[in-house]
């Protein structure tokens, strides 16, 4: 494992790989906000180990990739999309298994209408559509919502966003398991010390979309496994099965408990779902 910076769209991207280049290559997408190191280093060693070459990376203001001015980003959520692919390119990957996670599965769907020939299939985790139209949707939940439009955080001080990013996730993990501070401390931690300008992720929340994905959910061809739990706050379960409906043949894994995100308690069972997945894609 080491960290390779990959120049695509005019920019750097910060990247790790895990495993034989040979073996069916995975790209992790993380989501709003997040760098690759919330695709942990254990999770990335669990596929690796099932025999996939797995590539993660920090998305443009995250960790060690390009960064812009608060408030100020130059570049589209189009160009998220576009920097999945030159990851890609920078490996030598005709074609991958997509990962993506909350706003990373967004983009995954976004790449497989987009540039379906590199995408051998879809794995999508607490994520809802990534184009308009179908049934309405649940909203998030009223602890969720109260959450964001009352916490306040300092971004010149790392203690105040060190406590601001835990709260955050604790509201993310639902109220039906445990809650394991410590460790996602120990990572807020690592992310903020890893970053170039951690308060540029803000910036992700002001993005324009740019152009949009072509064509409806059903026009994904790539095999596509859904991942979603019962207990997530952002998108409620409804939007993990609103998925595995629309997109032809997908399955629809249900974590029972399970908040937004990729937590260390479903790690067997979602690297389990992924392998078995990929491999039948493959």
């Not at 996602?184 to 993005?207: E, M």
């Not at 959910?217 to 998108?235: E, N, R």
């Amino acid at each position: 494992m080491a960290e390779r910076m990959i120049r695509t769209g005019g920019v750097e991207l910060a990247t790790e790989s895990f495993g034989d280049p040979s073996d069916p290559a995975v790209l992790l997408i993380m989501g709003t906000g997040a760098s690759m190191l919330w695709w942990e280093e254990g999770f990335c060693q669990l596929l690796a180990g099932g025999g996939r070459f797995v590539v993660r990376y920090d998305h443009r203001d995250t960790g060690r990739s390009a960064g812009y001015e608060v408030g100020r980003p130059g570049y589209t959520g189009a160009d998220l999309v576009g920097d999945a692919v030159g990851v890609l390119d920078g490996y030598g990957v005709a074609e991958a298994h997509l990962v993506g996670v909350s706003a990373g599965g967004a983009l995954a769907q976004a790449a497989a209408l987009g540039h379906a020939e590199r995408v051998r299939s879809l794995v999508l985790i607490s994520t809802s559509r990534a184009v308009p139209g179908g049934p309405e949707l649940p909203p998030p939940t009223a602890e969720f919502l109260r959450f964001v439009s009352s916490a306040h955080v300092d971004w010149s001080r790392t203690a105040s966003v060190t406590d601001y990013m835990v709260d955050y996730w604790r509201v993310l993990a639902g109220s039906h398991r445990p809650f394991d501070e410590p460790a996602f401390r120990q990572l807020v931690r690592d992310d903020i010390a890893r970053a170039r300008h951690f308060a540029a992720v803000r910036n992700h929340d002001v993005l324009p979309d740019g152009e949009q994905p072509r064509g409806p959910l059903s026009s994904i061809a790539a095999p596509t496994l859904v991942i979603h739990g019962t207990a997530d706050p952002l998108f409620p379960w409804e939007h993990g099965q609103a998925l595995a409906e629309e997109i032809p043949a997908a399955r629809l894994l249900t974590l029972d408990g399970a908040g937004h995100g990729v937590f260390r308690a479903d790690w067997q069972a979602i690297t389990r779902a992924i392998l078995a997945h990929t491999a039948s894609a493959g």
